[in-house]
């Protein structure tokens, strides 16, 4: 069975500093993983994926992961943090189940970011 | 490309009331979409598997007769909450999966029952 466990509910950055949300899967077979992002009373946007190939995967408004397999984890990173960043990110992992192509989210880290 | 709609996105009624939020693939085919539950300050949990022509596949410990799930085109999905009531307010989600991409979502409906 797949699972992905998010380490920290919230987390708070200055603008402009580095911004790292972590993410760690487990599954029984090579991963799908994606990162969302939410944003209040919205639904999820796709911020970037990874299914094979270059383990460095960029997404959009510069954010970027990279999948360890040694590691089990898929972290989301940003080099330098804006407002408008400030947002709820979830983390997940495709579960083969029943026929179908599910999503395992995990828990979710609400990303507060300060002037 | 890709866009989901739903609709409404906010409901406000009073209890014992049905209702019925509608999901649309507004560009694509969508033989498969998936509905979820978002509690305040919470992930997204799964509710149920809907299939174009066929019968919606729940997960475990959703109530099939309580959230009423129709495919009825390759662009449309509906849930339906049965008789509502104060506990089933919550922010519902729905994504459909364009060929060849990954579950792209709506804007969710945030059901509100007084």
């Known amino acids: 069975a797949q699972s992905v466990t998010q380490l920290g509910s919230h987390v708070s950055v200055s603008e402009g500093a580095l911004v790292l949300l972590r993410c760690n899967y487990s599954?029984?077979?090579?991963?799908?993983l994606f990162w969302y992002v939410q944003y209040p009373n919205q639904g999820l946007q796709l911020l970037l994926k990874y299914t094979t190939g270059a383990t460095l995967v960029k997404g959009i408004n510069g954010f970027e992961a990279e999948f360890k397999k040694s590691e089990t984890s898929f972290h989301l990173t940003k080099p330098s943090a804006h407002m408008s960043d400030a947002a709820e990110y979830f983390c997940?992992?495709?579960?083969?189940?029943?026929?179908?192509?599910?999503?395992?989210f995990g828990a979710g880290t609400r990303l507060a970011v300060h002037p | 490309g890709a866009v989901v709609s739903q609709h409404p996105s906010r409901v406000i009624c009073k209890s014992g009331t049905s209702v019925k939020i509608e999901c649309r693939s507004l560009?694509?085919?969508?033989?498969?979409m998936f509905w979820y539950r978002q509690f305040p300050k919470q992930s997204l949990m799964l509710m149920a598997t809907?299939?174009?022509?066929?019968?919606?596949?729940?997960e475990q410990g959703v109530e099939k007769d309580k959230f009423l799930i129709n495919h009825a085109s390759l662009t449309l999905s509906t849930l339906t909450v049965t008789s509502a009531h104060p506990e089933d307010s919550s922010f519902y989600i729905c994504?459909?999966?364009?060929?060849?991409?990954?579950?792209?979502f709506g804007d969710g409906t945030r059901l509100s029952i007084l």
């Open positions: 809907s299939n174009e022509g066929s019968k919606a596949t729940y």
């Open positions: 994504s459909a999966v364009p060929p060849r991409q990954p579950q792209h």
């Open positions: 560009d694509f085919q969508a033989t498969t």
């Open positions: 599954s029984s077979v090579p991963p799908y």
């Open positions: 997940a992992v495709t579960s083969f189940s029943g026929g179908y192509n599910k999503l395992i």
